[in-house]
């Protein structure tokens, strides 16, 4: 059985790096996974995931247990997207053409989803950031509302209706 | 079972961490917006497939080189900390075995003068008329944020009855 996210911070605390290596391994997917649809590049996002894995070693005593390992770790790659986002004024950090689309062999299908791509990915981007992150943590982390809660600084309930909100709102934005 | 259940168990079986039972797939097969609110869950999800693809044998590598770099520089601040104040205390020692006073402390004690009702013109507030003021007392008013996303209620502070009227509104 492998050891649980609490046991390899422990162990990291306690000098054992290879504890970090492990750590890295689990987690540096789902994080680009996270970045992508937050709207990093493909490119960027690998930068960024190191950047956030360093910063959250480098800070790891502040780590509580009280929100999963992973989703503070999206915390801290949430706020490196929002840093970006502001140098660059706000404006889309990727070409949506950039991205790597479903391949469909129908080429009207093709166009219809990259379309739809195009356009929830602009959305995510509309949305306040505060249903933005409990949208993303929910969908491409699994994350439970009682984590999104005590990550955010939230309650579970309220983490349900931004979650609830923030469908809504995608599906208005995607029409 | 409402839609407001079942979307919130669309992320976990999108995710193949679970399916759905008889009953919740006969309500998507019958709901139209649960359909539409499937749709755009999985499509959320394959958005960020292209993240999958980071190398993470590379990360792991970087990270670590970059930690081992961070401690050394660590230490080394810490050896220039840890320097500096022996030799603090090495002077500090030196003074006390000569007796030799501080050359800071052979003055005699100044005090800073200190000016009653002291105030700073404004010049630029104090020159403009009734409208001219009103304008940028509007201008402070306004939003900082131009060009960010907008600000939503956190409902941290509402109770279970409160959300899940709000839950109700949204699908009534």
Redesign the interface.
Do not use: C, W
């Given at each position: 059985m492998s050891p649980s996210d609490a046991a390899l911070v422990e162990a990291y605390r306690a000098g054992d790096?290879s504890a970090?290596?492990l750590l890295?391994?689990r987690h540096?997917?789902p994080?680009?996974?996270?970045?992508?649809?937050s709207g990093?590049g493909?490119d960027e996002?690998?930068d960024l995931?190191?950047e956030a894995?360093?910063r959250a070693?480098?800070r790891i005593d502040t780590w509580r247990a009280e929100a999963s390992f992973r989703s503070w770790l999206f915390t801290i790659a949430g706020n490196l997207v929002k840093d970006e986002y502001r140098k660059r004024?706000?404006r889309m950090m990727v070409s949506i053409e950039d991205?790597?689309l479903?391949d469909h062999n129908d080429p009207a299908a093709t166009l219809d989803a990259k379309d739809?791509?195009e356009r929830?990915?602009a959305g995510?981007?509309?949305?306040?950031?505060?249903?933005?992150e409990v949208?993303l943590l929910?969908?491409?982390g699994?994350v439970e509302?009682e984590e999104i809660a005590a990550t955010l600084?939230?309650?579970p309930?309220?983490a349900?209706?931004?979650?609830?909100?923030a469908?809504?709102r995608?599906?208005e934005l995607?029409r | 079972m409402t839609c407001?259940d079942l979307?919130?168990r669309m992320?976990?079986v999108?995710?193949g961490?679970g399916s759905w039972s008889a009953e919740e797939a006969a309500h998507l097969a019958e709901c139209v917006e649960c359909r539409?609110?499937w749709a755009?869950?999985q499509?959320?999800?394959?958005?960020?497939?292209?993240?999958?693809?980071?190398?993470?044998g590379?990360?792991?590598s970087?990270?670590?080189a970059?930690?081992a770099a961070?401690r050394r520089a660590d230490r080394i601040r810490r050896g220039g900390w840890v320097a500096g104040l022996a030799a603090a205390a090495a002077v500090a020692l030196m003074l006390w075995r000569g007796n030799i006073p501080p050359t800071n402390a052979t003055g005699p004690a100044t005090t800073a003068p200190t000016v009653e009702n002291f105030s700073i013109p404004v010049a630029e507030l104090e020159t403009l008329d009734g409208g001219q003021m009103q304008a940028v007392l509007e201008n402070l008013e306004a939003p900082l944020s131009a060009?960010?996303?907008?600000?939503?209620p956190?409902?941290?502070d509402?109770?279970?009855e409160q959300?899940q009227s709000?839950?109700g509104s949204?699908e009534g």
């Open positions: 790096q970090a290596t890295v391994a540096a997917t994080l680009g996974r996270f970045l992508v649809s990093v493909p996002a690998e995931v190191q894995l360093f070693f480098r004024r706000g991205r790597d479903a739809a791509e929830l990915a995510l981007t509309r949305l306040p950031r505060l249903q933005r949208f929910r969908v491409n699994g509302y600084g939230t309650t309930g309220a349900r209706v931004h979650f609830h909100h469908v809504k995608l599906k995607v | 407001g979307l919130d992320p976990v999108a995710a961490r539409e609110d755009l869950i499509q959320a999800r394959t958005l960020g497939q292209a993240g999958e693809r980071v190398d993470t590379k990360i792991q970087q990270v670590l970059r930690l961070a060009g960010g996303t907008p600000d939503v956190n409902f941290g509402l109770d279970n959300l709000i839950l949204m």
